[in-house]
């Protein structure tokens, strides 16, 4: 039975007084409104228990946990990603999960709606990071930095809408590499999508595609096509989703949502429908309407002579699926607003069903571009460091590979024990911790069950489930002749090794392996 001894003294009080007195005073609300307040008192402890009986235990939408198998898998990803930014001479660095919110407001566009805000805590308006891109320009000018090539590993929030089956999260993991500093034009930019090539190619995600564009390109297009100015941002977040949309219904979005003029969309139109490569750019110098920008001009004398980089790099000549690695492709927008110069984004591609068909793009894995001013956003003397940078997408390519994996049945080893150190006999703890203390100083991975006596077969069982490759067995007669039997699991060959030179044939079995 509830406690009722919990309500409130003054309301016992008031309630009594009403219940004492004669009846032809009593009054009917008043003795009402008190049993609404024990009726309030009896549900408010009463909730908590029927609440626990309908709780469902999960992850907040937009989030999951990893397995120790998926752990594994993304793992690799990491280190190869992190081994290729370091061979290109990136130092690490990490920023805080949030940022004020001060730091992160009109840095992105139209996306600032998906900006996490956290509640006030001690009088500082935070919101979590929504890239790695905004706190490293905030780490630059916090720092009066000019130089600095680095690379950054961590989680991003987003309030979007997640979609689980293209790898599309609220939480989800960058790895970034930047080049910031005055350097000549176009050799970090070439560098970096160099580094993205190596990348996809190093996972082995099968075909990619980079697609190239300019900002100022961009902008130089949208002014001979009668854009205001005003409007630059909107219609290039438009654009930036012909990706995802027809481009008839990218021109609906700007003509009836945006305020566009018709006749200014379809001019548009004519040109975010090209790509090629090299010989695009040099159709685009001979464009009398684009040539009458002069910032379309700059962006594509720095797109020609990326191309030519490129070529040195040995990346713009290679053929997949009979199409170039990289493409000029004027639809390519990238919709956040720090962007100033150049812009890429990679995506993989499906091996079409007829030879003559154009390969599908089944995704982008990774995007970046040039962003010249937003280290001088956080200056107070408006200080600029050119910057250029890259995002390699791991929740998509953790994705692919996560379903290829099941796909083929392919058996994940979840540890990376090398040695097991058993026993057949009783009594025998002592002398196992004695022995894998001498592994793990040697540096050899190993284990033992938490058991004072467990059973050999237990024992053998657990290496070949888990895949543990070596055995060490210890025993009344390996200790009294001072030896020990090294079992191979695949084979279950044993020997007897002495006791001094078992550290040794392990080494040399594991590097022989």
């Not at 690490?92 to 566009?109: I, Q, S, V």
């Not at 970034?176 to 082995?204: N, R, T, V, Y």
């Not at 075909?207 to 409007?231: H, Q, T, W, Y």
Request: with cysteine; net charge neutral; glycine share 8%.
């Amino acid at each position: 039975m509830p406690q009722l001894g919990l309500l409130h003294g003054r309301s016992w009080a008031a309630l009594l007084r009403q219940l004492l007195r004669p009846p032809r005073v009593v009054c009917i609300g008043a003795v009402y409104s008190h049993s609404q307040v024990v009726e309030a008192v009896l549900t408010s402890q009463l909730k908590p228990h029927q609440e626990k009986s309908n709780f469902i235990i999960k992850t907040p939408k937009g989030t999951r946990d990893f397995s120790p198998q998926q752990m594994v898998v993304r793992e690799k990803i990491l280190d190869i990603i992190v081994s290729c930014f370091k061979r290109h001479g990136a130092k690490g660095l990490d920023t805080p999960a949030f940022e004020l919110k001060e730091m992160l407001t009109e840095k992105y566009g139209e996306d600032s709606g998906l900006i996490y805000d956290l509640k006030d805590q001690g009088g500082e308006l935070l919101s979590l990071r929504y890239d790695l891109t905004v706190p490293f320009a905030r780490y630059m000018a916090m720092n009066k930095l000019k130089k600095m090539k680095r690379y950054h590993v961590g989680k991003v929030w987003r309030r979007e809408s997640p979609t689980i089956v293209q790898g599309r999260y609220r939480e989800f993991c960058q790895c970034d590499f930047d080049i910031a500093g005055e350097f000549d034009p176009m050799i970090p930019d070439a560098e970096c999508l160099k580094i993205i090539c190596e990348i996809l190619s190093g996972l082995q995600l099968g075909d990619f595609l980079i697609k190239v564009n300019d900002r100022r390109i961009l902008n130089g297009m949208f002014a001979i096509c009668g854009v205001p100015e005003s409007k630059f941002h909107t219609i290039c977040s438009s654009i930036d989703k012909l990706d995802k949309i027809s481009w008839k219904d990218v021109r609906h979005e700007m003509v009836a949502k945006k305020g566009l003029a018709p006749e200014v969309a379809d001019r548009i139109g004519d040109y975010v429908q090209c790509r090629g490569g090299l010989s695009l750019v040099e159709q685009m110098f001979q464009d009398p309407r684009l040539t009458q920008s002069e910032q379309a001009l700059q962006g594509l004398g720095d797109l020609k002579l990326l191309f030519e980089y490129l070529t040195l790099f040995g990346i713009a000549e290679k053929i997949i699926v009979l199409f170039p690695q990289i493409s000029f492709d004027l639809s390519l927008a990238r919709g956040l607003d720090y962007y100033t110069g150049v812009i890429y984004e990679a995506v993989l591609l499906q091996t079409p069903a007829q030879a003559e068909d154009e390969p599908l793009n089944v995704g982008s894995v990774a995007a970046g571009g040039r962003y010249d001013e937003l280290v001088g956003m956080f200056n107070p003397k408006g200080h600029k460091v050119p910057c250029v940078g890259l995002s390699i997408g791991v929740e998509r390519i953790f994705s692919i590979l996560e379903q290829r994996m099941k796909t083929c049945g392919e058996k994940i080893r979840t540890t990376e024990t090398q040695v097991f150190v058993a026993t057949p006999q009783k009594n025998f703890l002592q002398e196992r911790l004695k022995l894998i203390a001498e592994l793990w100083d040697a540096g050899i991975k190993a284990e033992l069950l938490y058991k004072n006596n467990p059973k050999l077969l237990t024992q053998l069982h657990y290496c070949e489930n888990v895949g543990i490759p070596l055995v060490v067995i210890i025993g009344e007669q390996e200790l009294k002749e001072g030896v020990i039997k090294l079992r191979s699991v695949a084979s279950r060959e044993e020997v007897a090794i002495k006791r001094e030179n078992l550290v040794a044939e392990i080494q040399k079995r594991l590097f022989e392996s």
